[in-house]
C-alpha cells in the first residue's frame, strides 16, 4: 500500500530564516506531487505541482520554491521566511488511471509557524 | 485559481439525522469531484469522490453531481458525533490540478 511521509511535523522558525520542508511516497511509482498550505481556518491553496523529477509547476507566485529531486521526493523550500508563511503545509500525491480519474492522497503535514 | 465554493457553516445536526453539503464550481471542464473529511488539526482524509451525473453510495455517504448545475453534494446517513468536523470539496481541472473549496464546519449533537 501507498504511504507519504512529511517532517518535521511542526517547525517554529523567525522570519528571514531558511525553510526546507520534506515529503516522500511509499508503494508507487511515478506519482504526481502537491504541496499546498492551509492558513488558519482558510482553505487549502495549491502551491506547487509535479508530474516528473525536475519539472515543477507554480501556481502562486510568492518567496516558496519546490523541487523534486528524486521519483518520490518532493522538497518545499524558502531562502527567507515572512509572517504571512505560517500555516499547515500539506503534500499530497495521485496517481493516474484512467482518462480524468486519479484520486488524491494527503501526508500528515507540517505545521509552521514563523515569528 | 479556480472557484470552488461551499457554505463555511457551521452545520449542526442532530445525532442520527441527515447532513446536507453543498459545493458549487466555476470550470466547466472540472473532470473529477471529492469530498475529503478534516478533523481539526489534522490532514485531509478522502471520503468519496464521483466522476459521472447521479448518485454515488459508499456506506452512509452519498456523493450527488450536476455537472450541468456545476454542483455537486455530499449526504451523510445516521449522523454521527464522530462525523463532526470540516468537509471539503475538491474539483480536478484538466491538467494535474486539484482545486479545495473553504470547507463547511459540521457538527453533530448527540
Known amino acids: 500500500s501507498q504511504t507519504i511521509h512529511q517532517w518535521p511535523a511542526t517547525l517554529v522558525q523567525p522570519v528571514g530564516s531558511p525553510l526546507s520542508l520534506e515529503c516522500t511516497v511509499e508503494?508507487?511509482?511515478?506519482?504526481?506531487l502537491y504541496w499546498y498550505r492551509q492558513a488558519a481556518g482558510r482553505g487549502l491553496q495549491l502551491l506547487f505541482y509535479?508530474?516528473?523529477?525536475?519539472?515543477i509547476s507554480s501556481e502562486v507566485p510568492q518567496n516558496l520554491s519546490a523541487s523534486r529531486p528524486q521519483d518520490r521526493q518532493f522538497i518545499l523550500s524558502s531562502k527567507k521566511l515572512l509572517l504571512s508563511d505560517s500555516g499547515f503545509y500539506l503534500c499530497?500525491?495521485?496517481?493516474?488511471?484512467?482518462?480524468?480519474?486519479?484520486?488524491?492522497?494527503f501526508g500528515p503535514g507540517t505545521r509552521l509557524t514563523v515569528l | 485559481q479556480k472557484e470552488v465554493e461551499q457554505n463555511s457553516g457551521p452545520l449542526s445536526v442532530p445525532e442520527g439525522a441527515i447532513a446536507s453539503l453543498n459545493c458549487t464550481y466555476s470550470?466547466?471542464?472540472?473532470?473529477?469531484f471529492f469530498w475529503y473529511r478534516q478533523y481539526s488539526g489534522k490532514s485531509p482524509e478522502l471520503i468519496m469522490f464521483?466522476?459521472?451525473?447521479g448518485d454515488k453510495e459508499d456506506g452512509r455517504f452519498t456523493a450527488q453531481l450536476n455537472k450541468a448545475s456545476q454542483y455537486v453534494s455530499l449526504l451523510i446517513r445516521d449522523s454521527q458525533p464522530s462525523d463532526s468536523a470540516t468537509y471539503l470539496c475538491?474539483?480536478?481541472?484538466?491538467?494535474?490540478?486539484?482545486?479545495f473549496g473553504t470547507g463547511t464546519s459540521l457538527t453533530v449533537i448527540p
Open positions: 509535479s508530474v516528473g523529477i525536475g519539472q
Open positions: 508503494g508507487t511509482s511515478n506519482p504526481n
Open positions: 475538491a474539483v480536478k481541472v484538466p491538467g494535474n490540478q486539484f482545486y
Open positions: 470550470d466547466r471542464g472540472s473532470q473529477s
Open positions: 499530497a500525491w495521485s496517481v493516474l488511471r484512467l482518462a480524468g480519474k486519479n484520486e488524491q492522497f
Open positions: 464521483i466522476y459521472s451525473n
